[in-house]
């Protein structure tokens, strides 16, 4: 059996909250290896001990503490930090990115552009998670620029860098918003956001065109920022979704039943948005490729964790909180991780699981067994373990010691404990 290091992560001076110690991984179904279509993408823990290396310090655990899936031991250091919410942190530029997306989506056509702003108007753009990363993102990697003398050439410099971000948490909302769209098509939603999808509410055609719409408004931003590097991996990030959207569609029974599989459709379809936007902040910035890397693994496993924690409130969410129906994912035929899991524990689920979920009756004999197995604390466990190489990353960064670069770092850090407290 293959092990994965233990990971000891030591406070630092100025933004570390804690000190979590990993105990050893074994690489059973507890701490899934992902496939390997692509060549850039490995296990989380393989990748992230990869580009950890020179910050952390690695230790061989005990076989006696070796068990998989174990919890991370936490310290709270002496000193009580202030209550940071990474949202109210950039408030303000939220509102700018905001108020340029719905500028950025206005057709020619009433009904289309009707349909492009449905989910960009005030109340229900949600909670704008991705542009809040980015924004965090793109402070905590913040460096002094020195190479100009004068201080209003710094200061352009500066602000064309910022604006530069901003379109990129613009252009990651609007891949992001026409992914939903095309999604509600495909799975025949009816609501999203707790207010009627737009398919529901204009017909497929018009939603499926809005998509593309917001996909060529992203390109055209895209185009403006005149980096091929940072074209190229957002071009990747849209051909993520497709490919995770076609394996949703087309699985084999084994691999619907595969936690490899699972995992790596889940990296297409939610992480790799967030990881590959996180890691072009950093390229924009002039950052070395150790620090992309970095900002890259911090968006790859807060993604991972917040579909793991999506697809446990699937079973334990109301359609009220959820703002879309609960039980959605089974319902469609969806298996995700609490159920693979829990087919762990009871082999029989395979039987009804082969058999598929149009009977209402094998929906509720799945959820039987699920409610008899860990399968939702295995999930959060695994999430959780994701959280924690998320944060991990954000430790790794070069030591800064401007307050508010260790700020925004603090808030990347409590991101990753909201996505994995979060109720909705």
Known sequence: MMYARGLTRLSRSGYARSRWVYSSLGSSSNAPLLLEHSSHFRSPFQSSQEVLGCRVIYSWVSSALSSVGQQAQFQSNSAVEEQLDP??????????????????????????????????????????????????????????????????????????????????????EMIHVASLLHDDVLDDADTRRGIGSLNFVMGNKLAVLAGDFLLSRACVALASLKNTEVVSLLAKVVEHLVTGETMQMTTTSDQRCSMEYYMQKTYYKTASLISNSSKAIALLAGQTAEVSTLAYEYGKNLGLAFQLIDDVLDFTGTSTTLGKGSLSDIRHGIITAPILFAMEEFPELRDVVDQGFENSANVDLALEYLSKSRGIQRTRELAAKHARLASAAIDALPENDDEVVQRSRRALVELTHIVITRTK
């Open 87 to 172: 949202f109210s942190l950039v408030a303000d530029e939220l509102s700018l990115v905001a108020n340029r997306l719905r500028s950025m989506v206005v057709a020619e056509v009433p009904k289309l552009a009707s349909a492009a702003e449905y989910f960009f108007k005030l109340g229900v753009e949600g909670k704008r998670f991705r542009p809040t990363v980015l924004l965090l993102m793109a402070t905590a990697l913040d460096v002094p620029i020195l190479r100009q003398s004068h201080e209003a050439a710094v200061d352009t410099l500066s602000l064309e860098l910022r604006s530069r971000q901003q379109c990129i948490a613009e252009i990651t």
